[in-house]
């Protein structure tokens, strides 16, 4: 079973550009998150989907974007990449709200 | 400020020893849950507790939930190489709204 899928595993992105973090989940789960984990800051969400259809701001938004595609799908923009936004990035989903989580491998994002 | 704790931040131990993690809040949690993630993975679910008071036993690994649930355990008999990552508790609490995670305690087990 895949389970949660991130792509991509690993990026390197200069100050100003954008792109698009990929999140797909085959477990049928209504709910999705985006996390982003920093050394000593443990993991903080970014954006949440509680259900297809809707989406809200979690507890770091600033900087990004999101759209639940469908059930299976949860995308993060990043418009203009900053330093700051250096991190870890991980894509998760539950059956509903903050239930057992299932997590992707990350990605690993450097911005330069 | 965290608003869960867990300590400490770091254990080195040898393998067959025992160990003890905890994870700490001034807030009353509605259930509890730890994860455990290993290097270049994302965090894997261990157990979740719910009742105040709550023993689970995963193996070698014993979960305790504090009776007010404003805390937990975790404690590993005779720590293996293989639980050798970062553990993590995650909380929610009614006035929170949201799941909030703590950073975590790094476990070392060398052989």
């Known amino acids: 079973n895949a389970g949660v899928t991130q792509t991509p595993k690993f990026q390197v992105l200069k100050t100003g550009q954008s792109m698009t973090l990929q999140c797909a989940q085959d477990?049928?789960?209504?709910?999705m998150y985006w996390y982003r984990q920093d050394p000593g800051m443990g993991l903080r969400l970014i954006y949440y989907s509680a259900s297809e259809g809707t989406t809200d701001k979690g507890e770091v938004p600033n900087g990004y974007n999101v759209s639940r595609l469908n059930k299976r799908e949860f995308s993060l923009r990043l418009e203009s990449a900053a330093p700051s936004q250096t991190s870890v990035y991980f894509c998760?989903?539950?059956?509903?709200?903050?239930?057992?989580?299932?997590f992707g491998q990350g990605t690993r994002l450097t911005v330069v | 400020t965290q608003l869960l704790e867990q300590s400490p931040q770091f254990l080195s131990i040898q393998e067959g020893e025992n160990l003890t993690v905890y994870c700490n809040s001034s807030s009353v949690f509605s259930s509890l849950q730890w994860y455990r993630q290993e290097p270049g993975e994302g965090p894997v679910l261990l157990v979740t507790v719910v009742t105040g008071g709550e023993v689970k036993k995963l193996k070698r690994l014993t979960f305790q939930f504090g009776d007010a649930r404003k805390d937990s355990s975790l404690h590993i008999t005779a720590a293996q190489p293989g639980d050798t990552g970062l553990y993590l508790c995650a909380g929610e609490t009614d006035s929170w709204g949201k799941l909030q995670f703590g950073a975590g305690t790094q476990v070392v087990v060398t052989p």
């Open positions: 477990m049928n789960h209504n709910s």
């Open positions: 998760a989903s539950s059956v509903v709200l903050y239930t057992e989580a299932f």
